[in-house]
DNA sequence: CTAACATGCATTAAA
DNA sequence: TTAATGCATGTTAGA
């Protein structure tokens, strides 16, 4: 298909893997130790390495099935993404955080009732690439640093492990993990949504996705 | 109740 | 025919 492509700046596009991947194992364990993350959308390490979290998702039987489109929660994809104005949606360019390799995704919405849901379509290879089953999660994040490559998408396998009731974890985690950040701040009150019609890139309001400018295109 | 969303399924396109 | 597309509908969590 579509999706593999060499890049050619793969080489430049240096995240300092080995220490990305070290604090990525630390926010696994966090993950582990509190349950309460179970309901929080939000990445526990936002901003490392200059990549900033942009939205996760657990992903359902649907997702990984066939059809190779995942559906995307519906308040990050509108707040954190570029809005879109038409159903076509944009194609949109994800550097694999372990491959390396850039996908060619679609990010475009469907019609739902007096709403929309989003999709990430051409995902088929990605999930088959990472042999991703539901439970599993996908994140993606914006790379702040360089231009050129636009988002990351990173492929995490499900923690499967039960917390025993007699196990001593408790504590194992604590000097790494000082504090879990409340998940009380809405991203509509961070940030401001763009409104339909609006190009983005062009709206001031929405500064923060000119960084999108580059790798998608309307249809 | 409403809204998000996981999935079903009719329609269209390709083989 | 089979596969992909685009929306509809059922389910579920939250207000």
């Keep these: 298909m579509d999706a593999m492509r060499p890049s050619a700046e793969s080489s430049e596009m240096d995240i300092n893997e080995r220490q990305f991947l070290h604090r990525i194992k630390i926010a696994d364990a966090k993950r582990a130790n509190a349950s309460a993350m179970a309901a929080d959308r939000t990445d526990p390490f936002q901003n490392v390495d200059g990549l900033r979290f942009v939205l996760q998702k657990e992903l359902k039987n649907s997702d990984v099935g066939s059809?190779?489109?995942?559906?995307?929660?519906?308040?990050?994809?509108?707040t954190r993404l570029p809005s879109l104005v038409a159903r076509g949606g944009i194609s949109l360019m994800m550097e694999d955080i372990h491959t390396k390799q850039?996908?060619?995704f679609k990010y475009r919405f469907w019609p739902n009732n007096k709403s929309r849901m989003?999709?990430?379509?051409n995902a088929g290879d990605f999930i088959k690439k990472h042999g991703l089953q539901p439970g599993d999660v996908i994140m993606?994040?914006?790379n702040e640093e360089k231009d050129g490559f636009i988002?990351?998408?990173?492929?995490k396998k499900e923690i499967?492990?039960?917390?025993?009731?007699?196990?001593?974890?408790d504590g194992v985690f604590d000097t790494i993990v000082p504090e879990i950040p409340a998940p009380t701040v809405r991203y509509s009150e961070l940030f401001q949504p763009c409104s339909d019609?609006?190009?983005?890139?062009?709206?001031?309001n929405c500064a923060f996705l000119s960084d999108f400018s580059m790798g998608y295109q309307d249809e």
């Design 197 to 204: 019609g609006v190009y983005p890139g062009y709206d001031l």
């Design 151 to 155: 988002k990351v998408i990173r492929a």
């Design 67 to 78: 059809l190779g489109r995942i559906v995307l929660p519906k308040r990050e994809a509108e």
């Design 160 to 169: 499967h492990q039960e917390p025993s009731a007699n196990a001593d974890y």
């Design 118 to 121: 989003y999709i990430l379509e």
């Design 140 to 142: 993606i994040y914006k």
């Design 102 to 104: 850039v996908w060619a």
